[in-house]
């Protein structure tokens, strides 16, 4: 499903996804896809699944269960595990959030309801993450696992390295 509002080109562009942008633009566009989404599927948007959504998308960075449970217990949300778990399954499950293996954490889909193969690229200085376009890295594990008589039912495609800003401290 395609979106049709404009969205935030710090967020669409992995060129630009680690550079300084209005994040409140990322935040507002994408919730208000994620709504709609959620709707479509006749599913419920509820008040702690969207907070987590809105704290995903405060910033570009991963963000850890227990992190989140943390924001989620200081607004009266809970203080339980379950309470940012179930939340955050519901949002990877419906493809509104996904969860970065690397740091065991969560970032924002940045495409909601969008066909899309990301690679997140991870910075390893700061958890920046960004979603990068990656259908040919896709395609070509599709095919690699297509000639052994695999049939790949996902992936998750990680790279870490450091975004420009911590490259231009490090120099």
Do not use: K, W
């Not at 227990?66 to 009266?76: I, P, T």
């Not at 696992?145 to 790949?152: D, H, I, R």
């Amino acid at each position: 499903m395609a979106h049709s509002a404009p969205s935030c080109p710090g967020c669409d562009a992995p060129d630009l996804a680690f550079a300084a942008h209005d994040y409140g633009h990322c935040q507002t566009d994408a919730l208000s896809r994620a709504e709609a989404l959620v709707a479509a599927r006749g599913l419920r948007m509820t008040p702690v699944r969207r907070r987590v959504l809105e704290i995903l998308l405060e910033t570009h960075r991963a963000m850890g269960a227990y992190d989140v449970l943390g924001r989620l217990a200081a607004e009266g949300f809970g203080a339980q595990p379950p309470v940012a778990y179930r939340a955050l399954d519901f949002l990877e499950e419906q493809g509104l959030a996904h969860r970065i293996r690397r740091l065991n954490a969560f970032t924002a889909c940045m495409h909601p309801g969008e066909a899309h193969a990301p690679a997140f690229l991870i910075c390893r200085s700061c958890d920046a993450v960004a979603e990068a376009p990656a259908r040919s890295v896709r395609t070509a594990l599709d095919v690699a696992a297509g000639q052994v008589g695999f049939t790949v039912e996902g992936s998750n495609i990680e790279a870490l390295g450091q975004c420009p800003d911590c490259r231009g401290r490090a120099a």
